[in-house]
């Protein structure tokens, strides 16, 4: 059956601008005043950093944004990231006790104030004749980066790609966060003195074994930028593409597909911001889901923002085919039904016609970084941040249960830990 999903309208014609304005520093101290300063501030438990927002809100409350910098930077290297792009409503925000009466404190505005408004003083390094590989460049690797070179170490980054910064750099929608962001923070981990070897895919241009014959420690922060596919007839065809090779290529450049229609299938997180990417391209967007909306895994807020952008939702559909003649024409869906709470496919077909189609399902690691090694490209569990190879840790997503910036920096300085208290062996 062929239907026409596509006769909405755009509610209006959006860029790539930051949305979020600053804080001047009367509205933070004025903010900053409203905490009540509890005495078991479940703020800080709410941070997987551990971040202590009372004490670093207090601070800014009293006008010293050294000091509350200061504060932020003792469990948190990347504030104007963090401040940006955390999922504060479930984590210190969603648990300041205020939160109650709908007036919880804004932490990560007053966290993105004292990035900007406060000065640290750099930390003397201390040489300690060792040397330190760390592959991957996004939060994970640069913040295992700058802790090893805090402790001493002479660290190099070998990053697959030509710039440092991760996802955050490529992948969250320059409206959340401006690349320059990014690329400032890159700018204070190499005044640090730490190395960066760009274009150099460990697995693939160089071996992994051959870093751990170099470095005393090897720490892997590769993230989990692999796609998931569909398997599915029709995938090849142009204009078909997956979450990270549309980001990549169009986060932040400007639109030229006025008029033209996307469907993104997936219900995550990523599939809004794949969405909210391709309406400031100018395409006419539908995401397709193949549950109902109370089983979207993506935050409630990021969906209702992609509905007020002009993004429209189609559920219990799931692509069975990407159609077309070298160019994707249309994409045939399998209609599903709800029987007692369970989810059952239909014998109903649909035809949606689109110009792009953008699968955003999941993401995985890549295990050809392990290619040549006693594993053999083999993935393991990593979650306790060593690997049961010589000398040899991870960090960030590949060791997280919860997938986010904030958490990827905090499981850096929990690898770093553990290497010191295994004394740099590994398991
Ligand atoms: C679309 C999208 C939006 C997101 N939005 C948010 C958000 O708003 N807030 C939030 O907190 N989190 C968000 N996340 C999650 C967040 O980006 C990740 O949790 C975080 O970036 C993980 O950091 P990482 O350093 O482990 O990995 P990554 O950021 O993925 O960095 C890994 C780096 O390693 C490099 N690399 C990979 N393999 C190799 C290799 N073999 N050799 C050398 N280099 C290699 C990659 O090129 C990359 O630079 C988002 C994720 C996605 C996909
Ligand atoms: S929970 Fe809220 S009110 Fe209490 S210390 Fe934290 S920010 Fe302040």
């Known amino acids: 059956m062929h239907c026409n999903y596509f006769n909405h309208k755009q509610v209006k014609r959006l860029d790539f601008e930051e949305t979020k304005e600053p804080l001047t520093e009367e509205q933070a101290v004025e903010e900053a005043a409203r ?14 950093a551990a971040v202590d927002c009372k004490e670093f809100i207090r601070l800014v409350a009293e006008r010293d944004f050294d000091a509350a910098l200061g504060k932020i930077m003792e469990k948190n290297p990347f504030p104007s990231i963090t401040s940006r792009v955390c999922p504060t409503q479930v984590q210190c925000e969603g648990n300041c006790v205020l939160s109650k009466t709908g007036k919880e404190i804004k932490i990560s505005d007053l966290e993105r104030f004292a990035a900007e408004n406060g000065k640290v003083e750099e930390k003397e390094i201390v040489e300690n004749g060792k040397k330190a590989a760390v592959v991957g460049g996004g939060p994970a690797g640069l913040a295992t980066a700058l802790e090893l070179r805090e402790k001493g170490f002479a660290v190099s980054v070998f990053e697959a790609g030509e710039r440092a910064g991760g996802l955050p750099l490529w992948g969250i929608p320059h409206y959340k966060l401006p690349a320059g962001v990014v690329e400032s923070w890159v700018s204070r981990v190499k005044e640090k003195g730490v190395e960066f070897v760009f274009g150099k895919k460990v697995g693939k241009d160089v071996m992994l074994p051959e870093l751990q014959k170099e470095f005393d420690v090897v720490f892997i922060c590769i993230g989990e930028n692999k796609e998931k596919g569909l398997g599915l007839q029709g995938e090849e065809l142009q204009g078909v593409l997956y979450w990270n090779e549309f980001l990549q290529k169009f986060n932040g450049s400007s639109g030229s597909f006025k008029g033209k229609k996307a469907v993104v299938i997936g219900g995550g997180n990523t599939a809004m911001d794949c969405a909210r990417v391709a309406v400031r391209l100018g395409y006419e967007v539908i995401v397709a889901y193949r549950k109902t909306r109370d089983f979207m895994p993506c935050y409630e807020s990021e969906r209702e923002k992609a509905e ?31 029987e007692k709470e369970q989810f059952i496919a239909t014998q109903e077909t649909v035809e949606m016609e689109a110009d792009a189609a953008i699968i955003a399902i999941g993401q995985q690691q890549d295990n050809s970084v392990l290619n040549e090694t006693e594993l053999q490209g083999k993935w393991i569990e990593a979650s306790s941040f060593s690997m049961p190879l010589k000398r040899t840790f991870a960090a960030g ?31």
Do not use: H, Y
């Open 35 to 48: 905490c009540i300063q509890c005495e078991k501030p479940k703020c800080v438990k709410g941070c997987p």
């Open 308 to 338: 007020e952008e002009g993004v429209k939702f189609e559920f219990l559909l799931s692509p069975i085919e990407f159609l077309g003649n070298g160019r994707l024409e249309k994409v045939r869906f399998q209609k599903a039904r709800i």
């Open 397 to 427: 997503d590949i060791t997280n249960e919860e997938k986010t910036v904030v958490s990827s920096i905090a499981s850096a300085k929990k690898a770093v830990r553990e290497m010191e208290k295994l004394g740099g062996e590994g398991k």
